[in-house]
Structure formats: C-alpha cells, structure tokens
C-alpha cells in the first residue's frame, strides 16, 4: 500500500491531529474506521512521580505516565504516525523515557527518549502493525523493572484502516471500549508486616527490587489499587451494547474473565491482523502485552471482571465491577425454585 | 439459528432428558452429534464437604460438587437448556452455589443459586456457546478463592449440534472421552513442617488463605489427590483410538503434555467454534478455562499425562497414567542397538 | 502420503545423512525446503555432566547433551527418520536418557534410551509431526525436574518438506536462524546467601530440589548462564534479514519478546501444520514447549530479547542481546526534536 512506502519527506504533507488523552478505564474519542489517508497524531504524555495508595495502609511511590497507572491508551490507525511530546517535570527525582512495543528501532524509542527531570523530547514513529500493544518505561538496567512495577506503563491501540473484523471476516464495530491496565506491585514490609513508605522513589528501590526477585506480588490491581474500579467508578453498559475490552499487563500473565460473560472475540496478542478467537471463558495476556477481546452484553446485572486466579483477583486486587443495564432475559438464564429446604430423601431419587 | 430466537413460553415444549453424572476421570454416556432439536438437560448435583488425602499426611476438608474433585463433566449441545436442582445437605457446614463459565448472566447463575445447608434451588440456563468451561463455586468475597482452592470446580462441555470438526473443517469422532480436573492445594503446615488438621472447613480457612496469598501451592494434583489416576485408576485406551481429553484448572495455568504422544487437535480455550490447533506438545491452560484436545494413539504402552512443569508433575502431584494397549510400531520408533558399554575412541569418531 | 504408510523395511533403502550439531545459538546446515525424499538423518549425542557457572559466584553441577546448556538443536523434515547414538561417557556419575516431544510412543524414547555411565545405545525415530518441539532427559521419579533443570533439555525443528508457509499461505523462507534455549535454575544458598556448591550432581540433589517446589528460580537464563549472549557472543543480523528465533523452555513459561521489533509470525506451540500468527509483541511459550518466530530487521542497532517478564529479565538473567547492521530508516522512527530543557507553562497548552 502507498502508506508503506512513504518517504520521509512526504510527511510533511500529511495531515496532523491532536489527541487528548484521557485517563484509564476511558479511552480517547476516535474513528473505528480511519476518515482519509494517514495522519500524524500528535500527543503529548508527561510523566508524574507521586505517592498512591495502592491499598488502605499500602502506600507507594508511583511512577507515572499522566499521572495514572495506567498510562493513558493512544489510539491511531496503522499507517499514521505518531508523534510524542514527552515532558519531565522539574519536580521529577529520576530520568524517564518510553519503549513503545508497536514501534520499530532503536529499543521502540526507549533509546531516543530519555529525557531528566526538566527535559522534553519529542519522538516520531510509524505505526506498521496493527493490534494493541505496551508502552513502557526503559531506562535501563534495573530502572526497567523498578519502574515497570511502580506503574511506568500503557497502552496503543493500532486500529486497521478498515476497522476491525470478526472471526468470519466481516466488519465488526463496538459500542464502547475500555482499557484496563493490570499493574503488579511488590511493596516491603517492616518487621512488623505493615507495608513500608519511602520519602521518595529511589529510597524505596533496592528493597523493591528484592521483594520483586521472589517473582509474588503482595498486589495486582486494575486502574492502580485496590477497587478503583468499583462503587461510582464502575464500568457502565447496556444489554445489547458490543464492548471491546482493552487489556495490559506489561511484566505478568493475566487471565481475564468475565463473570456472567465471554469474549465473543478475542484477538490472540492483540493482533487485529488475524482472525479473533471466539467463546472464551478466559483470554490470556501474555507477560508483556496487551489484548482486546469484545462482547455484547445479553443480561442487566452486576458482572466482575477479573484475573481468573481468583487468590489474585480477591487476596490481592484483581477484579473490577462493571453495571449492565437492560431487561433480563428468561431463555438465556431462569431461577426456576427459589432456594428452599428441601426433603432429603426426595432428591435422592433424583 | 430457530434455536437462538426461542422465547420462554417454547421451552415448554422441548423434551426432556436427565444426565446421569459420573465421577472423573470419566464423563457421561452422550451422542457426539445430537439427536434431534435443543432439550432441556436435566441434572442434578449435591455439595459435599469431606475430610480428604490429598497425599499421604495431607488430609485436607474437601469442599465437592457431588463427592468429586473435581466435579463431574456435563455434556451438553449448543442449544439446549441446562436445568440444575442443586442440593446443600443439612450436613453441610457453608452456603455453596455455582457460577458456570458457559451460562449468561447473574454471575454465570452464582448469584441466583447460593443455598444454605438444607436448600436446594433450581436453575435453568441456555447453552450459547460451544466448547468447554469451567464451573466452580463462587459464594462471594473470600469465600470464593476459598471454596474453589478445595475443590469446588468441574466443568461443562457443549458440543456443536454437528459435532466436533478438525483442523481441515471436517467432522471429527472421538472413540473415547476424559475428564482431567487439576486442582492445586495451598495446605498450611506446623511449625514441625507437618500438614495440619482442622475440625471444619472454616476452622482451617485464615491460615488457607494465607499460604494461597503465596500463589504457591503446596499440591497441584488430578482428581483430588497425588497418583489418584495411576495404577488401577490408570486411563486406559487402545491403539488406533482417538481420545478425547478435557482438562480444566479454575484457578491457575496448567500445561498439559502426553509423555510419548501428542495433541493432534488442540481447541484453544475450548472453543469448539475456532478451528483447533495441531501438532501440540504441550496445550496451554489459561487460569479458570478448561480446553480440550484429541489424540490418536499409535503405539502400546504406558504413557504419562502431566502438565509439564516437571517440578509440579513429579514433586507436587500434577501426574497420571495411561495404558495403552496394542501393537508396536517399528515404523515409528525402534530401538536399533540396546544400551551396551561402548569404545569411547570410536564413538568420537562419529 | 507415501512417507506416512512406509514400512520398516523400506527404511533400508533411504539415504543417510549425518548431522553435524553445533552449539547453541546457532543452528545445524539445514535445507529449508527438502531435496528428495524421507532420509535417515544420523545424529550423536553425548551426554555431559559439569560444574557450571551460571552467574558470578553462582556455580551448578550442569547436566547436558553434547556439553552445551541448552543441548544442541536438531534438524529435520517431516518423514525423516532421526537415528540416534545416545553415549554416557564413564565419566558420568548418573543414568541419563533422552524423551523427544516430537516422537512417537515408548516415553518420547526415554524408556528406549537409559544409559548407565559408560553405555551406549542407538534410538530411531520417525518424525511425523511438523514443528519445534523440546527433548530432555526424563530418568524417572525425582530424577526428571532434578536432570532438566539442571540443564539437560534441547529442541528439534521437525520442517516440512516443503518449507515453512506464511500466515496467507505462501511460501517462507527466512535468512538466519536462532535457537534460544532458556533455563531456569534453583541454586540452593548457604546460612549467609550464598549459592552453594556441591562435590557432584548427586550430592546437591535434595537441596535443589527442595528450592525447585517453591517453583521460583534463582536463575532464569539463555544459553546457560546470566550474559551468555551479549558483548562478543551477542545475535547479528542485518538489516532486511528475516530471522527464526526458536525458543524452548522445558519447564516453564517464557514470554519472548524483541526490544524494538515483533514476530512478524509466531507459530504456536511451535506448530507448523498450523497458520501463524501476526504482529505479536510478546510470543507466548507454554512449559515443557519450544516455539518459533520470525521477523524481517527493518532498523539497525541493538536490540534485546528477553522474557518479558521484566523481573526476569533483568535480575534473574533472561536476557541476551543481538546487534544489527544497516541504514535506519526516519520514516520508522526519528527523533524529531532531541531531549532539552523545556518550559512548563509552554508544555501545558499543548
Ligand atoms: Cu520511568
Ligand atoms: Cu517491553
Ligand atoms: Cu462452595
Ligand atoms: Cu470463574
Ligand atoms: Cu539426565
Ligand atoms: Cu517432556
Ligand atoms: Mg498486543
Ligand atoms: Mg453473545
Ligand atoms: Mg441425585
Ligand atoms: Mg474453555
Ligand atoms: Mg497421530
Ligand atoms: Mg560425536
Ligand atoms: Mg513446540
Ligand atoms: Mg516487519
Ligand atoms: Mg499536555
């Protein structure tokens, strides 16, 4: 296709748009299917050092993209470009930069983007492969976890031109979509057993880096602690409504689940070039990556949406609520005898 | 499809037939390609909680659907209606219910089917999707990783009306089925190191609880305890069969492997609406899923099922046998010199 | 096909070839696509068991085939027959044997194949099933994890005759290869933290054993030890080089991932009856399973791969590096505007 062999100059000439990022669970207004040709999409991300409350008596140093974990989701369409405006705060205590796994070269752009406290750069790169896909921080060394697991990561959807396609190869169009972005924490504890604070990132590192050797996370939580997701803040939908679910975990395994539901589609990887798996119970995301899987939703309800390792998704955090509105459907599921006591002996001739 | 537009009032009219369930490794008497039009499917199943032997000096209370861990396998097609009666005994010491993976809202019925001891509900839900799923209690908050770390879980699988296909799209058969449930054990341990004994299933739950935080168990077994499907329990089948096996972890990955055989057909996930995957050493698991894979048998002998982590295989239980009985294929393998001592000089020769 | 219905004494007839085996990562001389028919394919194996250090004062009695952690890949097409000269030097201290994944019956060959020190023997096998797939030395009992995390684990690439096909079917031919064998290790440490070491594989078995059911490594390495792969061993490759990476890991998962570059294809499971996927930011390999992927280098300099699980990675040694050759290309990727100092009211209009 022409987009693929475009030459640098004739960039100049392509058209640029603004993206306004937005923070997760949420995900930037866009077009399914690409309006025109390839554009630039410039966003600007900066990053944020701050003390979260991962859980009630569990604070940490977060390390941030925007000021949430997860980072934002970015949005374009293969063959545009993207163009980043990445800000260092002065307040900032250490150097930062982004490895996008949908870009090509130079450690995803790890290697171009290294900017200290006070320092911008700017960073553009073509989106060849369609799919969802990390972004994370990289600064090398032991920074890379150090800053992975206190929060340093996102996510890119890279839309085909077309939009996406279902397992039979038709096009496929959802309602709404969300980006959940998983996040492994590994905080020390005193003698005592109660999590330790820091008075700032570096303070806290090698005592992280040494919970984080024995590979157990004391939490993995959705949106950065503990039920953000829930209550007020829970995902709202309607019965007849097709939900694409964006899903990161960029250092761990997850398996999500959505209780009462399904992936209808379920694209393995987060690949939109290859055909969606369909009827999943769980959709795994390998260590590293992000996935999207979609369903319409059938029945009003609460559902959870989880890590199906439920010690993770209960003991430690992963899980989320999500409120579907509708009318309930009797052919799909009945409560046909109330629970009641029954006659012991009869239900043995059962 | 008529069977995805019919409304309450023709359920009425289905027939109706009741499943025998039996305990795993073996599966219910079922037609792979269905007779006639949707049924309603009538089971029905019973919670027992039960002191059990996970491994020599591991007793453990068992939390069972119908005596068995795990549960039995239901066999339905994509279509019909499973109608469940579902007993609590006035013995019971907890309130259980049930979430299926493969039904549609209500928390997969979980939250329509929580009975006391003494009760008993009646749930009735539509089989929409194809493949196999886990089932597994789920009586809200703790309770949940609780019950399902021992032994709560069993799965269902909904065969398309027509039958299996293979990779190529066409109708496969199997000669034979089984049901593989893998459970891991979090059991806490004295101070001596000895596994420890409770009076009741609450009595032990903290300190359950606490070493499942771990994410390490201290078993991972098939059917409820170390070399519980070995000897006479051994599977058994022939040469030239083709061999159905489902497995299910509702909680953790797993990585089955058949020591001298294969996968020949591998259904991601356990959808039987994808196109299934060859030619599989090891077929992937995800957390909370069951999956199915087939074999034909070529060669006699024992062959081991595991899931390959060979440390959790060997040392932590997740092994199995099977007896193969038939003719030896030179073709295939041949032992063309017996281990004998050998001239080191000449073999550097080689 | 005529090579499925070959009987044993047609084999006499087919030509021999013998495969000279190299040490890891590289890969033996190999044709992509067959010349002729089904060959006997001699190959030689000798097993080695020696003190290894895995990190700096990390050192492991390593159990290995052909002395190399992993052992050495083997090559073949689909139809060939493998024929193996399996030698346990006398030097040896313990029995060891060889389970091939891609084999059929008999323990994948182990219970063909146990050598005592200082025998020999000779194993033929067919190879029926196109792929990559693991072999290591299966004993028995604890003496299974005890030999493969100890080292003793290689793969065998099962080609098709007529070459590897693309996700549309088409034909695929890649420039290089890489075999990346990944080890993960349980080093027991002294009172103070210090690895251990041990007079002989034997005397360091059950305190390996016992850090192995904690089912956490100490070490999670590439090519036998932290760094095995970079500086002057690091990758090489050029720029429009389509590379296949063939990871195996024969005990856990790994989660292959190329900093700054993708799987352009990823079989899974390493399954090459199967279409490949695309685009994949991390290629997921299941425990006890080898894999393949492959991508086309479109920007020079260094890239790391690694198992993105980052803690891994970093600390525990899942990482190597490779380096390439060529023009980068701006359209990819350039950095618009180098790092900077920047004003921050300025930034916030962006
Ligand atoms: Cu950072
Ligand atoms: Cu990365
Ligand atoms: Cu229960
Ligand atoms: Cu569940
Ligand atoms: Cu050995
Ligand atoms: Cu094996
Ligand atoms: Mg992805
Ligand atoms: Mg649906
Ligand atoms: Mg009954
Ligand atoms: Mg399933
Ligand atoms: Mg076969
Ligand atoms: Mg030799
Ligand atoms: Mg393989
Ligand atoms: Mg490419
Ligand atoms: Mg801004």
């Known amino acids: 296709a022409a987009t693929q062999v475009a030459v640098a100059q004739d960039i100049s000439k392509l058209p640029?748009?603004?993206?306004?990022?937005?923070?997760?669970p949420n995900v930037p207004a866009h077009d399914q299917v690409a309006k025109g040709g390839p554009k630039i999409v410039e966003i600007h991300m900066e990053f944020e050092e701050k003390l979260i409350e991962v859980a009630p008596g569990a604070k940490a140093w977060g390390m941030t993209f925007n000021g949430s974990i997860p980072g934002p989701l970015i949005i374009v369409h293969e063959g545009d470009y993207v163009e980043l405006t990445l800000s260092n705060p002065k307040s900032s205590t250490l150097a930062h930069n982004v490895d996008f796994h949908?870009?090509?070269g130079a450690l995803g752009g790890a290697g171009l983007t290294l900017?200290?406290?006070?320092?911008e750069v700017v960073l553009r790169w073509k989106a060849v492969k369609p799919g969802v896909f990390v972004y994370h921080c990289a600064p090398g060394g032991t920074m890379i976890p150090f800053h992975v697991i206190s929060g340093m990561n996102g996510a890119i959807m890279v839309l085909p031109r077309d939009g996406l396609k279902d397992a039979k190869g038709k096009?496929?169009?959802y309602d709404k979509a969300f980006y959940i972005g998983e996040q492994d924490f590994y905080l020390p504890k005193d003698d005592k057993g109660n999590f330790k604070t820091y008075g700032s990132p570096a303070e806290g590192m090698a005592d992280m880096l040494e919970v984080s050797k024995g590979l157990i996370p004391t939490h993995v939580v959705f949106n950065g602690a503990v039920g953000a997701i829930t209550g007020d803040n829970a995902l709202k939908a309607k019965v007849g409504e097709k939900v694409l679910f964006i899903h990161s975990q960029a250092n761990r395994a997850s398996y999500p689940h959505l209780i009462g539901g399904h992936a209808d589609l379920y694209w393995v990887g987060g690949s939109f070039s290859d055909t969606p798996l369909t009827s999943q119970e769980t959709w795994f995301v390998p260590a590293g990556s992000a996935v999207a899987a979609a369903y319409e939703f059938h029945q009003p309800g609460l559902y959870v949406y989880l890590s199906?390792?439920?010690i993770e998704a209960v003991l430690l955090g992963a899980a989320l609520h999500m409120n579907v509105e509708g009318k309930w459907n009797d052919d799909l599921m009945t409560q046909i005898k109330a629970p009641a006591s029954f006659d012991a002996k009869a239900a043995m001739d059962h």
């Open 16 to 24: 640029r748009v603004k993206q306004k990022l937005v923070a997760p």
């Open 102 to 104: 949908a870009a090509t």
């Open 115 to 119: 900017v200290q406290p006070g320092e």
């Open 171 to 173: 096009p496929y169009t």
């Open 308 to 310: 199906h390792n439920l």
